[in-house]
Structures are given as C-alpha cells and as structure tokens.
C-alpha cells in the first residue's frame, strides 16, 4: 500500500509564495515521475509542473519563470515551490505520482494525493 500526501496549502496575497510538498511512504522501490495538478471550480484540471526520474521537468506555460519543482529522493518527496503568486493561482493542488511498488518484481502504480488548497487574494 502507497499513500501520497499533500501539505503547505494556504491562504497568501498576491505576489507571496508557499511550499507544497508531496510525501510518498509505504511498499515503495521507486518513485519514476510526479506531476502536479490544479483545478479550480468549473475549470479542468491542468498540470502545473512534473518531474521524472532523471530531474528532468516541465512546466505549464502559466506558472513557467514562477514556479519550480524539485524532489528529494531520500525522503520521497517532490516539493512545488511557488512564487510571485497570481489569484488566478487558486485552486485544489493534487499531486500525482508513477511509483514501482512490490516487493518481487517491481511493477509502475498510479497513485494520487487528497489535494491541498491554495487561495490567492488580491
């Protein structure tokens, strides 16, 4: 069993930043790509950032120069430092993640965290 869980959502003005991070624990052998998600009400969802196990990421054209994303592979975390933050910002934050769990041969799961809630005001 693999559990993702999101943290560092919040309430912040516009032009601040906040920290999510996104913590995998459990049946994990490794983490191979996390993305990271937003919807707001009556908009899809979209992705924001994603990593892959290389470091190698990429980036939605909105949050491209303000956001970035990184991991920490000891600690199976992905953080999604946001900065110079826009209301248009606010939404449910998921993230998403390919993991190899198992404890024979390993084979890829998709897993999602509960989702965190940022609020930019103005």
């Not at 470091?55 to 970035?68: A, I, L, P, Q």
Request: hydrophobic letters at 35%.
């Amino acid at each position: 069993q693999v559990q993702l869980v999101e943290s560092g959502g919040g309430l912040v003005q516009a032009g601040g930043s906040l920290r999510l991070s996104c913590s995998a624990s459990g049946s994990i052998v490794s983490i191979v790509s996390v993305g990271w998600y937003r919807q707001a009400p009556g908009n899809q969802r979209e992705l924001v950032a994603a990593i892959a196990t290389g470091g190698s990421t990429n980036y939605g054209d909105s949050v491209k120069g303000r956001f970035t994303i990184s991991r920490d592979n000891g600690k199976n975390t992905v953080y999604l430092q946001m900065d110079s933050l826009k209301p248009e910002d606010t939404a449910v934050y998921s993230c998403n993640a390919l993991i190899l769990v198992g404890s024979g041969i390993p084979i890829p799961k998709n897993y999602w965290g509960q989702g965190t809630q940022v609020t930019v005001s103005s």
